[in-house]
């Protein structure tokens, strides 16, 4: 589904990724996990294309889109929600969630119409059915937090990257959202979740990479959880904790 080879990437001359290299299957749920100056979030917006890499290549469904700018990668199915959500804050819930469905993916089948795809994503969120008319702005950060995901799941993604989804939100919220991530992967959408809670990142994903100063330096293998969080040399050497 999606394919990274060798990539670099980084910010005016400041390299940040180095020859990364990782792939994401249809239907899977791949976390990246590291330690904070891993280069998580670089590698996040060099995959939607808001950070245009040095080297390597990112493919969709066999397809380069390495160059390809991050509108057109979103119409070609790769979903996004950044670290900071970037919502319009000024704007209601109702108008946020009918710009995101305007522009949905046209290839994903039959289009539905807008009040019936947002009539969807309220079925995921339902207290967003009591704020519709509600700004943004005036919302607390995990109900924020919400409204970006709902925004993504309107373009109709076939891949959702999650870039930090649990920072600063309070338990309950953050387990509101994992168990949305849990019916998302139990639908069939592949998923990358950036996530520095190692354990929150265990529950959904099926497998894991492991990002140090840039590089990918252990690959967390489907059924190997168990053993990687009960390894303690493991965890410090490569998250820090």
């Known amino acids: 589904m999606l394919r990274v080879e060798h990539l670099e990437a980084g910010y005016g001359d400041v390299p940040v990724l180095k ?19 891993a280069g998580k979030s670089t590698l996040v917006a060099a995959l939607c294309g808001l950070v245009q890499p040095r080297a390597g290549r990112i493919l969709h469904r066999e397809a380069e889109v390495t160059r390809m700018p991050a509108h057109q990668r979103a119409r070609r199915g790769l979903g996004v929600v950044l670290e900071g959500r970037h919502l319009f804050g000024e704007l209601t819930l109702r108008q946020n969630l009918t ?6 993916r ?19 969120f339902p207290f967003m059915r009591e704020r519709l008319n509600d700004a943004v702005e005036l919302m607390s ?5 919400m409204v970006a995901l709902a925004r993504a799941l309107l373009l109709r993604p076939e891949v959702l990257m999650l870039d930090e989804p649990s920072t600063g939100l309070a338990p309950l919220v ?6 949305t991530i849990g019916v998302l992967r ?4 592949s998923i990358i979740l950036v996530e520095q809670n190692v354990a929150l990142a265990a529950e959904v994903a099926d497998r894991a990479y492991v990002l140090s100063v840039g590089r990918v330096v252990h690959e967390v293998a489907k059924g190997e959880w168990p053993r990687f969080l009960a390894d303690d040399s493991l965890v410090k050497a490569y998250l820090g904790g």
């Open 186 to 189: 139990s639908r069939g959408m």
């Open 106 to 124: 046209a290839d994903a089948g039959a289009k539905p119409k807008i009040e019936d795809a947002i009539a969807e994503v309220l079925e995921l």
């Open 141 to 145: 950060g995990g109900e924020q937090q």
């Open 19 to 37: 020859d990364i290299s990782l792939n994401v299957a249809a239907s899977e749920t791949v976390a990246i996990i590291g330690p904070n100056g």
């Open 99 to 104: 710009l995101a469905a305007a522009h949905a």
């Open 174 to 179: 953050v387990k509101q959202i994992m168990s």
